[in-house]
């Protein structure tokens, strides 16, 4: 019976991690992935920002043309109206900062769902 011959382990290849609390730390490479992906997310915020239409959304037009928009009901609240930022002067910072704000609140639901979901299945 032949057996293959063992390959040296790659020289990229991570140690396993030992010692207290080894099993609960993540190797360093899927943190950079989480940090990267967010700082892309919010390069494509900025610039998607400045092309940002300050024209009605499409349901507000329909409703404009066909004479409807009156009857329609308020928001119980308004976090960020319009898009845009309450309390900044400059438009463009208003809907960066509330596109900012979106884009972080989305990151810490499903971070928070993320770790709920594997704490489960452990």
Known sequence: MTTAPSQP???TAEAPATGPG???RR???QRRWWLLGLAVAAVIVV???AFASPDPD???RVAAEHGFLGRAEAALF???PDYAM???GDP???RVAAGTLGLLVVFAVVAGLGRLLRRRST
Do not use: K, R, T, V
């Open 92 to 94: 463009l910072l208003a």
């Open 86 to 88: 309450p309390g900044i």
């Open 27 to 29: 190797p360093s490479f």
């Open 78 to 80: 308004h976090l960020i």
């Open 47 to 49: 610039l998607a920002a």
């Open 9 to 11: 382990p790659s020289p």
């Open 58 to 60: 499409g349901l507000e």
């Open 22 to 24: 080894a099993a609960n």
